[in-house]
């Protein structure tokens, strides 16, 4: 009994990581002092995990928590409400589409697979303010900011890829 | 960094609807927030207010070694760069003689022509904790709130000129919108020519200048300081100089880099309110007309009292008296110089 009740809190705590990693992602990216005297626009740390186990597992990162991490990433940030929220469901809505084809690339793919989900939040976050606004605004910090988030995957996919392998991982889905 | 070598958990089918209802869900808060749009900020500025703290232990190392990045290019340009110094120190001392000058002299027509004092200006220093440079959204960190007296709209300072204003004050931090933000426009004069326009920011380095009139033509170097219009910002704060656009029009090269200020000036603009001239028995028309004042009329009788005024309330009624015989078109206390001038000798 004891051994069925550490083995579900277990469950509970491993089933929590992925969202509390895009939590803390979306902490520090926003976190207002910068390392690199803000040359360059932060990442979007909560994106990557956001990306990496709605591919992985789904059943542990929903479009709630997509929507979640979004609006915290709004309120963070300063800017309007449901920005991000809307841009990261977007992207969502395209790794659960192309999941299969997404999963199945490795190397330099996979890359390009997050380049390209990274690039549909970008896009809609872009097309949204410029909505909002009712003005064109200039592309170069959102490139800035989906080049910085592409560049930083790559090491952030090994961090990823290590805590799912020893902490998320053994926890099996049932689907 | 493969993907393909984990077992995927297959629940799309399940993901579709609430993908649909959340989608409508955020676009209904874009459109609330749009609407709305202090929707967050409360949240926000206690959210800041909690982090404070920590923010300030963080920011501190950090802001050395930013110096010290920010420094490595400018050590190979040293003696370039004093050369430049002390030649432009050398030009700005003959500036600060002729400024100098030219102050005491406006002072001097001030006081001949009694022209109303600028209004009162104080403000509080605060200290730039943190910055956020967001592809949409360029904003400042300040640890000064309303308990320091900050109010949204207050004009942000640093020593070489405006920075931005507040847009959110928390209790003890504030949050700045930056000249060169998207959201940010304010009322500003270029001179010379007292010209008109709207400062535009478009998350730029450099801002845009929208025209009040289309008969101006703006050339490069002119002096760009805000208006004051509106009476949140004062006049006269110094902004910066414009420069042509290759895109057309014109931009402004702002003289304070929000980058590297520390301390900054949150600007309260006191503008007291105009109050009307006080009336004086002068001022009565049957006085101006050259007759002897009314008498003050008599006190009503009151049943059981003794007749005649008490010494209380016979002046308050000699008092209310001109209050209420106050003519629609008073006679102004602004005398023209001249005629000061003559009625003194």
């Known amino acids: 009994m004891e051994r069925m009740g550490s083995l579900m809190s277990g469950r509970i705590f491993s089933s929590t990581i992925p969202v509390v990693l895009g939590i803390l992602g979306a902490l520090i990216a926003n976190f207002p002092v910068s390392f690199l005297g803000n040359l360059v626009p932060p990442p979007l740390l909560s994106f990557m995990p956001l990306y990496f186990w709605a591919i992985v597992r789904p059943d542990l990162m929903t479009p709630f928590w997509a929507f979640m991490l979004g609006l915290l990433?709004?309120?963070l940030s300063g800017g309007p409400p449901g920005v991000w929220a809307a841009s990261y469901l977007a992207a969502y809505a395209f790794v659960d589409n192309q999941r299969d084809m997404l999963a199945g690339l490795s190397g330099v793919g996979a890359l390009v697979g997050f380049g390209v989900a990274a690039l549909?939040?970008?896009?809609?976050?872009y097309v949204i303010v410029d909505i909002y606004h009712w003005r064109l605004q200039p592309l170069a910090p959102s490139m800035a900011e989906l080049a910085i988030t592409v560049i930083e995957y790559t090491a952030a996919v090994f961090v990823l890829g290590a805590i799912h392998r020893r902490v998320v991982g053994p926890l099996r889905s049932e689907f | 960094m493969a993907n393909g070598g984990w077992k995927i958990a297959r629940s799309?089918?399940?993901a579709q609807l609430p993908l649909a209802l959340l989608a409508a869900l955020a676009i209904a808060l874009i459109l609330i927030?749009?609407?709305q749009s202090n929707l967050f900020d409360r949240a926000r500025a206690n959210v800041t207010d909690w982090a404070a703290p920590a923010i300030q232990v963080v920011q501190t190392p950090l802001s050395g070694i930013d110096r010290w990045i920010g420094s490595i290019g400018e050590v190979?340009?040293?003696y370039r760069e004093n050369l430049k110094l002390k030649e432009e120190n050398a030009r700005l001392r003959q500036w600060q003689n002729a400024a100098v000058v030219l102050d005491t002299r406006v002072k001097r027509y001030q006081l001949l022509l009694h022209a109303v004092p600028d209004p009162s200006l104080s403000s509080v220093m605060a200290r730039v904790i943190g910055r956020a440079n967001r592809p949409f959204l360029q904003t400042m960190i300040l640890d000064a709130g309303k308990a320091q007296g900050v109010k949204p709209g207050q004009?942000?300072?640093?020593?070489?000129?405006m920075i931005g204003r507040i847009f959110l004050a928390g209790d003890h931090t504030s949050w700045v919108i930056l000249l060169t933000d998207l959201n940010s426009r304010i009322p500003v004069v270029i001179e010379p020519g007292n010209i008109q326009a709207i400062m535009a920011g478009d998350n730029s380095a450099a801002p845009q200048i929208d025209l009040l009139s289309q008969n101006v033509v703006l050339r490069p170097g002119m002096q760009v300081v805000s208006s004051g219009d509106g009476g949140l910002l004062p006049p006269g704060l110094a902004i910066g100089s414009v420069i042509a656009d290759p895109a057309g029009g014109s931009r402004v090269v702002l003289l304070a880099d929000p980058s590297s200020s520390e301390d900054v000036?949150?600007?309260?603009?006191?503008?007291?309110?105009e109050l009307p001239p006080s009336v004086s028995p002068s001022d009565l028309p049957a006085t101006a007309a050259g007759l002897p004042p009314a008498p003050p009329p008599p006190p009503l009788p009151v049943p059981g009292a003794t007749p005649g005024p008490t010494p209380a309330t016979a002046p308050a009624l000699t008092q209310a008296a001109p209050a209420v015989a106050k003519p629609s078109a008073a006679k102004p206390d602004i005398v023209p110089p001249?005629?000061?001038?003559s009625g003194n000798e």
């Open chain 2, 338 to 341: 001249a005629a000061a001038d």
């Open chain 1, 120 to 125: 549909t939040a970008c896009a809609s976050a």
């Open chain 1, 73 to 75: 990433e709004d309120f």
């Open chain 2, 265 to 273: 000036n949150i600007v309260d603009f006191k503008q007291k309110a």
């Open chain 2, 33 to 35: 927030g749009k609407a």
């Open chain 2, 76 to 78: 190979f340009q040293v």
């Open chain 2, 12 to 14: 799309r089918s399940g």
């Open chain 2, 155 to 161: 004009g942000v300072i640093d020593a070489r000129g």
